[in-house]
């Protein structure tokens, strides 16, 4: 299971950072991504680490502003989301992925938190 924390409502320009939990299971065995999803869209990867959180993917665009980062002994992932713009506004998800690697696929995600909300406001 996934619990996901943080989001809310904030100005452009603001930072944010998102927290995701896991229980049950072994937290090291999964890589782990940030998606998000706009109305009617499928869900976009912002960001990937791979087990060790040694390796890290963050797509073009974003990885001057937002950062993935994991700690296996708190069993969390974490989104760090700097100078946010109105459309960075999304629901994000964190996800986990069944292999010591990550996936840029959202479809190969087996577990998934359950979403929150951030708002950004120009």
């Known amino acids: 299971q996934l619990v996901q924390s943080g989001g809310g409502l904030v100005q452009a320009g603001d930072s944010l950072r998102l927290s995701c939990t896991a229980s049950g299971g072994t937290f090291s065995n999964y890589g782990l991504g940030w998606f998000r999803q706009f109305p009617g869209r499928d869900r976009l990867l912002v960001a990937a680490?791979?087990?060790?959180?040694?390796?890290?993917y963050h797509t073009n665009g974003l990885q001057d502003r937002f950062t993935i980062s994991r700690d296996n002994a708190k069993n969390t992932v974490w989104l760090q989301m700097n100078r946010l713009k109105p459309e960075d506004t999304a629901v994000y998800y964190c996800?986990?992925?069944?292999?010591?690697?990550?996936?840029?696929?959202?479809?190969?995600?087996?577990?998934w938190g359950q979403g929150t909300q951030v708002t950004v406001s120009s």
């Open positions: 996800a986990a992925y069944f292999s010591g690697q990550y996936s840029l696929n959202w479809r190969e995600y087996q577990y």
């Open positions: 680490v791979d087990w060790s959180g040694k390796r890290a």
